[in-house]
């Protein structure tokens, strides 16, 4: 199939629909994390769990990053606008996630502040090129899928001697955030959506533990064939015990990944403790500027430090990160949290899960 259309053909949707109710026979059920948040939208948008078997359930994932962007990486970005006469660059999908005051950066904006919205780090670069009189900070957060096109922005930088742009180097790794949730005790799941972007970037080793953990692990496509064939193979697999890493999106993910994009990644960032929003502090699970860079951290550049910041009162963002509940148990859900109103980054973000949810139900 080459064409994206085919991957929405009903009838053959049909047959898969067919196919997983006759072989979702365990007792125990089988319980599966969406870990990006793109596939928690495509699951709402083409209505996919409502055609799964009462036994197949499907929970959501700590797979958006600016849902995982820590309250104190938040405050840190109002710092440095408040406290420096700075121009921030940033991805749109942060303009309304609140700090720790209530404020965001739509209220910054309002106040006088200079916040542009970028499409890509690059564009971040060629702005600060243009006003070398001003100062610029991009906000870098992304997974795997971003960092590699953070870090060109950086080189780039660099080979231009710019010396007016810097960023916040908050980019997280998906590896150490999955080995937590097979930590987790709480969360009994039987296999993963493996996020197909982030694969196209890593390959499919990075996925291994969680076979070796008797976990089914599928990298999966966005298109509905993608996640309802994924979720045959997760439980064709959890029925015979043979667990696996299978990429059901080898139109788009090789086995080995993207290696020059692998390669600009770790030119520029090395790994280093983050912390991530409602998880805390994973070892390793971000990416932090490499020494001979860190003329381009914001956080030296400014001198400010990520605070630690306890998350909003009420606010389910953790749990609903976790996998420990839907987002409609957070007794904020549609009342206090709303789009207009977001108490979570999970109700801001386009793909955020609190987000999809409200949308599609
Ligand atoms: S909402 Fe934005 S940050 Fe989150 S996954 Fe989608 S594009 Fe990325
Ligand atoms: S509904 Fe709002 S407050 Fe509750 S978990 Fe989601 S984003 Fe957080």
């Known amino acids: ?3 994206i259309t085919d991957f929405r053909n009903s009838e053959i949707s049909r047959r898969l629909i067919k196919k997983i109710e006759e072989e979702s026979s ?4 089988y319980t599966i994390m969406e870990v990006c948040g793109t596939h928690t939208v495509s699951i709402f948008k083409y209505g996919i769990r409502s055609v799964l078997p009462e036994n197949v359930s499907l929970i959501s994932g700590p797979g958006c990053p600016v849902c995982v962007t820590s309250q ?8 440095i606008v408040k406290n420096n006469n700075v121009s921030l660059l940033t991805f749109g999908d942060l303009m309304k996630v609140p700090g720790s005051s209530g404020e965001n950066l739509i209220n910054l904006r309002s106040e006088g502040k200079d916040i542009r919205v970028m499409l890509s780090p690059l564009d971040a670069v060629k702005t600060a090129a243009r006003e070398p009189d001003r100062e610029f900070v991009f906000v870098g957060i992304g997974f795997e899928t971003t960092a590699p096109a953070i870090a060109s922005a950086v080189l ?3 080979n231009m001697g710019l010396n007016n742009f810097s960023i916040l180097p908050y980019c997280k790794t998906m590896p150490e955030v ?7 005790p709480k969360l009994d799941i039987n296999g993963f959506l493996c996020p197909g972007h982030v694969s196209v970037v890593t390959g499919k080793n990075i996925y291994q533990p969680l076979a070796q953990k008797g976990k089914a692990a ?16 997760i439980i064709r697999q959890v029925n015979s015990g043979d667990y696996c890493v299978y990429n059901n999106y ?3 993910v090789s086995d080995n990944g993207n290696r020059k994009a692998v390669q600009i990644m ?3 960032f090395e790994p280093c403790s983050a912390v991530w929003r409602g998880l805390g502090e994973l070892e390793d699970s971000g990416l932090g500027l490499k020494e001979e860079f860190s003329l381009f951290n914001s956080l030296e550049k400014f001198n400010v430090r990520v605070p630690q910041v306890s998350e909003k009162k009420g606010c389910r963002c953790g749990d609903v990160l976790k996998g420990h509940i839907k987002p409609n148990l957070c007794p904020l859900f549609s009342l206090q949290c709303n789009p207009e109103n977001p108490v979570g980054p999970c109700m801001v973000s386009s793909e955020g899960a609190c987000s999809a949810y409200y949308k599609f139900n």
């Open 26 to 29: 365990s007792e125990s059920g």
């Open 250 to 252: 080898s139109r788009v």
């Open 266 to 268: 770790d030119t520029v």
């Open 72 to 79: 104190g990486e938040i405050d840190a970005i109002f710092q």
């Open 1 to 3: 199939m080459k064409l």
């Open 156 to 158: 780039e930088a660099k």
């Open 178 to 184: 999955l080995g937590y949730l097979l930590d987790d």
């Open 218 to 233: 599928v990298i999966t496509g966005f298109e509905p064939l993608d996640i309802l064939s994924s979720i045959l193979q």
